[in-house]
């Protein structure tokens, strides 16, 4: 009688895995919804507050940072992801504090940091500061490269940039002047993106004066 053969492989279970099969996708952790929304919404209260500040009222505050805290663990834990703008505010939030600044909804209202440095050096502002230093480059760039103006893309079109953002950011043309000669090497979008250019620029002037008192 002769013996049934066995359709496994000798070898089965020593060899290694074929390279070419493919495994089974894993499935991304799930948010932590309820800690999430709680974020949004007080997020949100801070952009309805009729204060313009850089850091929020002080209920608002404590429930954006207990959210945030329920976030951070449970992604800790393998529970649930952080969601990328969480992650975003936070890093912008630890920014704040590393250039030794108070406005941050990190600190507690009475919470105050022994050796602080001037409102004025806050990154978000130096950001808008930035932004108009990019809106002056791209004019410059579209004075020089006459083929761009000859094609008829989509340009700027400024022929008085620092004038422009003079007035944008309520500051003297000098101080635009500086701003330039500090951050001169920035990149900036290219000329096809140009409105994109204008348009973050006079929304940062916008921010600035509010922010700054202009």
């Not at 500086?178 to 979008?189: C, I, M, P, Y």
Request: proline share 6%; net charge positive; hydrophobic share 35%.
């Amino acid at each position: 009688m002769t013996k049934k053969k066995s359709s496994q492989h000798p070898f089965s279970g020593l060899l290694p895995e074929p390279k070419n099969k493919r495994k089974p996708k894993r499935k991304g952790l799930p948010r932590d919804t309820d800690s999430y929304r709680r974020w949004l919404d007080a997020r949100q209260q801070w952009r309805d507050s009729p204060e313009d500040s850089l850091r929020p009222p002080e209920a608002v505050g404590a429930e954006l940072r207990l959210a945030a805290i329920d976030m951070l663990r449970a992604h800790a834990n393998g529970t649930a992801a952080l969601p990328g703008e969480v992650a975003f505010e936070l890093a912008e939030a630890v920014q704040a504090l590393h250039a030794e600044q108070e406005t941050s909804f990190l600190l507690p209202g009475a919470v105050r940091l022994q050796h602080w440095k001037r409102f004025l050096s806050h990154p978000f502002l130096e950001e808008c500061r930035k932004d108009a230093v990019r809106y002056v480059l791209a004019c410059r760039k579209e004075r020089k490269d006459e083929k761009e103006r000859k094609d008829g893309k989509d340009l700027i079109g400024d022929p008085h940039p620092v004038k422009t953002m003079r007035e944008a950011f309520g500051v003297d043309e000098s101080t635009i002047y500086r701003w330039v000669a500090a951050h001169g090497n920035l990149k900036f979008s290219k000329i096809s993106k140009a409105h994109f250019v204008r348009s973050i620029a006079l929304a940062s002037g916008k921010q600035y004066c509010k922010l700054v008192g202009s």
